[in-house]
C-alpha cells in the first residue's frame, strides 16, 4: 500500500462507525432522522400548514402530511423562487438542482447546505465500505474519473441551477480536486462527441484507478475510447479497479464493461437521484444495496399494488418485508416531506435492509396484460447474451400489436453481428418466461410468441437518443421498454433511415 492509499485508509477509517451504525440499528437511525426532520422544519410555512409542532410519532406524520408528486409542490417551490425564505426548509436553499424526471419540462428541486453535507457523506460511505471489503484503500491511490453532467451553473430569479452532478462537482472538497478527472474546463464544451474526444486527452498519462458513471453512458465512452485510441482501457490504465455505476441497473452491460474494464473489475451499484443518495452496493460481486437511514432521509414504502389507491397504506421501514415491490417515498433535509420518488424497490434483504430498483411506476410495461418490470427484461436479455457469448451495447423492446399472435420486437446492438437470429430469439423469449410469470401465462396460452429480434448498427442508440434531445447527455438514462405509439413510430422511423 502506498504512503498516499494508507493516509486515505485511516481518513475513510473515520466512518466506520457510522457505516456499522446503519447497517445494525438501522430502524433506530430512521426514528432519529425523523425526529431531526420534524424539529429542522417545524418553524417553515410548509411545517405550520401541516402542524409539525403537534408531530409526536409516524402516525401522527401520516394524519397531516399526505403523500406529494412534484406537481403538489410546485406552489411551494414557485414561492422559493420568489425568494420567500423558511418555506420547505430554514432560510433559502443553497441552489436549485434541475431533473428531466419522466416529462420534458424539467423540476426544480431545492439544494440545501445540509443535503450537499448528505451527499458528501453518502459518497465517503461508500468508499469507506469498499475499503474495508478489500482491507485497503489502493483503489484511492491515484485518479477518479467522472463522467457527469460537467456544465456552467444556469442563474433562474437570482439562484444558481444546474443537474445535480455539476452541483456536487462545484461544492466537493478542495483537496479531492487533486484526484478528479477531467478539469474543470471540461464544462465548456456543449459538443457531445468534442466533450469525449476532451476527456480521453484530458486523462492520459494518468493512474486511473475509478470511475464514477450510469452504465449507459460509461459503455458509450468506452467505445468511443477504443475508436479513437485503438486500445481497451484496462490496456491504457492497467491499475484500474472500481466502477460505480448510478442511475439504472448495470446488468445489460456488464458483458461490455468488463470486456473494456477488465473481468476483474469491481461493479459497485448505488441508487441516487436529484433528491438523494439512498443506498449503495456494500458486498463484492453481491446484488442489493444498502439503504442509507441516518444520513439526512426518513423513507416510507407503498405496496406496488396498493399504489393507485387514494389514500394508500403507508408502511415506515420496520414494516417493509423482502422480495415484495414498493414505491418509495421520502422525506429530506432539503425540504421535501412525504415525497412520491416514482421509483419501484424490492428489499432482498431486511437484516440488514437491502434492496435493489426494479423500475419506475410509469415504465410498468403492460401492451398485452404482463406487467412486466424494466429489470426483469433487463435480467432476461443479460441472461440471454450470457448464454450466446453475445457482448450487448444497447436494446429496447416494443410491443407488435400488428402480428398473430401478439410478439415483442427487440431492437438491439451487439459488439459482434448475431447470425442466428432465431436461437437468439427463443432464449430470449424462455428468459421472459422466467423472469415475468404473467408473460409465462401469455406463452403457455399461445398469446404470445417469441420476440422479433432486430439487430441494428453499434451506433443506432446514442443517434437516436440525439435525435430526440439533440445531445447525448452523460445522466441520461434508456429506456428500455417503450410502448407510448410516438416513440414506437420515432423509432421504427429511425430505423428505416439507419437501414436505407
Not at 444497447?394 to 448475431?418: G, M, Q, T
Request: glycine share 4%; with cysteine.
Amino acid at each position: 500500500m502506498s504512503l498516499l492509499s494508507f493516509i486515505q485508509y485511516q481518513y475513510l477509517e473515520r466512518y466506520t462507525n457510522l457505516v456499522k451504525a446503519n447497517r445494525l440499528n438501522a430502524i433506530e437511525c430512521q426514528q432519529k432522522t425523523f425526529a431531526s426532520l420534524i424539529n429542522a422544519a417545524k418553524n417553515t410555512a410548509f411545517g405550520k400548514e401541516h402542524s409539525f409542532n403537534t408531530i409526536n410519532d409516524y402516525n401522527d406524520f401520516k394524519n397531516h402530511v399526505p403523500l406529494r408528486s412534484y406537481d403538489h409542490f410546485k406552489t411551494y417551490i414557485e414561492r422559493i423562487l420568489n425568494k420567500e425564505a423558511n418555506v420547505l426548509w430554514p432560510g433559502l436553499p443553497s441552489y436549485l438542482a434541475k431533473s428531466s424526471g419522466t416529462s420534458d419540462e424539467p423540476k426544480l428541486l431545492p439544494v440545501t447546505n445540509e443535503f450537499l453535507r448528505s451527499t458528501q457523506l453518502a459518497a465517503l460511505y461508500m468508499l469507506s465500505n469498499l475499503s474495508q471489503q478489500l482491507n485497503g484503500a489502493s483503489f484511492m491511490g491515484s485518479k477518479v474519473l467522472t463522467l457527469g453532467d460537467q456544465q456552467d451553473l444556469e442563474e433562474i430569479n437570482g439562484f444558481l441551477c444546474s443537474a445535480i452532478s455539476t452541483i456536487k462537482i462545484y461544492n466537493k472538497p478542495a483537496w479531492t480536486k487533486y484526484f478528479s478527472l477531467p478539469n474543470d474546463d471540461i464544462r465548456f464544451i456543449h459538443d457531445p462527441a468534442e466533450k469525449i474526444k476532451t476527456i480521453i486527452q484530458n486523462i492520459q498519462g494518468n493512474d486511473v484507478r475509478m470511475i464514477v458513471a450510469l452504465p449507459v453512458y460509461l459503455s458509450h465512452f468506452l467505445q468511443q475510447f477504443e475508436a479513437i485510441t485503438n486500445m481497451k482501457f484496462k490496456d491504457a490504465f492497467p491499475n484500474f479497479i472500481v466502477a460505480f455505476l448510478s442511475g439504472m441497473n448495470y446488468e445489460p452491460y456488464e458483458n461490455l464493461l468488463r470486456n473494456h474494464l477488465g473481468d476483474d473489475v469491481l461493479l459497485m451499484e448505488n441508487y441516487s437521484a436529484t433528491e438523494g443518495n439512498f443506498a449503495y452496493q456494500v458486498s463484492l460481486g453481491i446484488k442489493g444495496m444498502e439503504l442509507i437511514c441516518n444520513n439526512g432521509i426518513f423513507y416510507e414504502f407503498v405496496e406496488l399494488e396498493n399504489v393507485h389507491q387514494q389514500n394508500p397504506e403507508r408502511l415506515s421501514l420496520k414494516d417493509v418485508k423482502p422480495a415484495k415491490p414498493y414505491s418509495i417515498i421520502i422525506s429530506a433535509n432539503n425540504g421535501l416531506c412525504a415525497y412520491i420518488m416514482n421509483d419501484i424497490v424490492e428489499f432482498v434483504s431486511i437484516q440488514p435492509y437491502r434492496l435493489i430498483v426494479k423500475g419506475r411506476l410509469n415504465d410498468i410495461f403492460s401492451p398485452f396484460g404482463e406487467h412486466m418490470l424494466p429489470i426483469q427484461a433487463e435480467q432476461a436479455i443479460a441472461e440471454t447474451c450470457k448464454q450466446t457469448h453475445q457482448i450487448l451495447i444497447d436494446f429496447c423492446i416494443v410491443p407488435d400489436f400488428n402480428h398473430s399472435p401478439f410478439r415483442y420486437k427487440c431492437y438491439a446492438a451487439f459488439e459482434h453481428a448475431i447470425t442466428d437470429y432465431s436461437q437468439f430469439s427463443i432464449l430470449l423469449h424462455h428468459q421472459l418466461s422466467k423472469h415475468n410469470s404473467y408473460y409465462d401465462d401469455l406463452v403457455k396460452t399461445s398469446a404470445i410468441i417469441h420476440p422479433e429480434l432486430i439487430q441494428v448498427p453499434h451506433n443506432f442508440f446514442n443517434s437516436f437518443h440525439a435525435n430526440k434531445s439533440n445531445i447525448i447527455q452523460a445522466q441520461q438514462k434508456a429506456k428500455h421498454l417503450i410502448s407510448d405509439k410516438a416513440t414506437i413510430e420515432r423509432l421504427n422511423n429511425h430505423f428505416n433511415l439507419q437501414s436505407n
